[in-house]
Nanobody, 120 residues
Framework: QVHLVESGGGLVQPGESLSLSCAAS????????MGWYRQVPGKQRELVAL???????NYADSVKGRFTIAREYAQNLVYLQMNSLRPDDTAVYYC??????????????WGQGTLVTVSS
């Protein structure tokens, strides 16, 4: 069993910054990747940022240059630094972790979601 706890959501004005964090706990052998997704009612959940076990990163085009994903490997933490926030960044943000319980069993787990609202 792997459990994720997210924190850092809230209300900010356009142009301001916000940082999200996600902590993974439980029993697992390794983590291959950690990422952030977001979802607006009526739309599909979309990838925001991803960081792999090798340290490579991928970002949605809409957040490139504004958001930064980082991982603390020893602590099983992943962060999302969001700068220059815009109203269309408003969404529920979900942490995602993929890895292995052991050599033959993979897993994918989601956080509970944290609401980010960007409004003046």
């Amino acid at each position: 069993q792997v459990h994720l706890v997210e924190s850092g959501g809230g209300l900010v004005q356009p142009g301001e910054s916000l940082s999200l964090s996600c902590a993974a706990s439980g029993t697992f052998f390794s983590i291959n990747g950690m990422g952030w997704y977001r979802q607006v009612p009526g739309k599909q959940r979309e990838l925001v940022a991803l960081i792999t076990s090798g340290g490579s990163t991928n970002y949605a085009d809409s957040v490139k240059g504004r958001f930064t994903i980082a991982r603390e490997y020893a602590q099983n933490l992943v962060y999302l630094q969001m700068n220059s926030l815009r109203p269309d960044d408003t969404a529920v943000y979900y942490c995602n972790v993929r890895g292995y319980h052991d050599l033959t069993s993979a897993f994918e787990v989601w956080g509970q979601g944290t609401l980010v609202t960007v409004s003046s």
